[in-house]
């Protein structure tokens, strides 16, 4: 777990916001929702293998 | 990490550098139309008020245009002088084929190009005069719809490069 990734995200999230705001103005709304949905789909993909850890210290901790 | 640095950079301003590119190619559509419709209106005055032959007449505004129009009116003229071509009409579209197809102008605008091909030289003054003027409509609304998409696009596909680099950027870093 480093500090890196968190920042990482952040970056992308910056980013996608200004990319989306440039689509909106000049009148690309369902582009601009796809570059959205392309960074959630982005970012899930580097948070999955830690959510999958987070899932499997649960399970471990409460022996189910 | 000085690596990483420089190839960050590489990327985003290759990224940049090719959304200037496109935008730039948006505005050179606008200004090839505006010239085209400034060299047909000098072929129109050879034709209807000096009555020039064609093939001279092209070769003419040929010396006056640059760049690709200059190489699309040598073409026809030189098709037209060595008879290499049934009709005029012939001659037109395959300079507009092979050369405009070069140039930044769309599919629309040399479909165009080539329509009004067919008309030219083939009626008397009066006649010719009126398919120049309904050519000149076309051309400028053609040249309204590019301006429309410069108002439109160039601004954002600036912008774009640059941010798509620097998402690329931040997503392999």
């Known amino acids: 777990m480093d500090v890196n990734l968190i920042f990482r995200i952040a970056a992308i999230g910056i980013v996608i916001t200004v990319i989306n705001k440039v689509l909106y103005q000049s009148g690309r709304e369902e582009m601009a929702m796809m570059t959205t949905l392309a960074g959630v789909v982005v970012v899930l993909m580097m948070v999955i293998s830690l959510v999958s850890n987070l899932f499997d210290s649960v399970r471990t901790m409460f022996h189910l | 990490m000085m690596m990483k640095i420089i190839g960050g950079l590489l990327v985003i301003s290759a990224s940049g550098l090719l959304g200037i590119v496109f935008s730039y190619r948006l505005s050179l559509r606008y200004k090839e139309i505006t010239n085209l419709r400034r060299f047909i209106q000098m072929l129109e005055t050879e034709v209807i008020y000096g009555a020039t032959p064609l093939p001279a007449a092209l070769r003419n505004i040929s010396n006056k245009a640059?760049?690709?129009?200059?190489?699309?009116?040598?073409?026809?003229?030189?098709?037209?002088?060595?008879?290499s071509y049934y009709t005029v009409g012939d001659a037109w579209a395959d300079s507009a084929e092979t050369v405009l197809m070069q140039s930044s102008l769309q599919r629309s605008d040399i479909e165009l190009i080539k329509?009004?091909?067919?008309?030219?030289?083939?009626?008397?003054?009066?006649?010719?005069?009126?398919?120049?003027?309904?050519?000149?409509?076309?051309?400028?609304?053609?040249?309204?719809?590019?301006?429309?998409?410069?108002?439109?696009?160039?601004?954002?596909?600036?912008?774009?490069?640059?941010l798509l680099g620097a998402a690329v950027f931040v997503i392999l870093a």
């Open chain 2, 66 to 83: 640059e760049g690709y129009l200059r190489r699309f009116f040598l073409k026809i003229s030189e098709g037209l002088i060595d008879r």
């Open chain 2, 115 to 162: 329509s009004f091909g067919n008309i030219l030289g083939c009626s008397d003054r009066e006649d010719q005069k009126k398919h120049f003027q309904l050519f000149y409509l076309q051309l400028k609304h053609q040249e309204d719809a590019a301006m429309e998409e410069i108002k439109k696009s160039a601004k954002m596909y600036r912008s774009l490069g640059f």
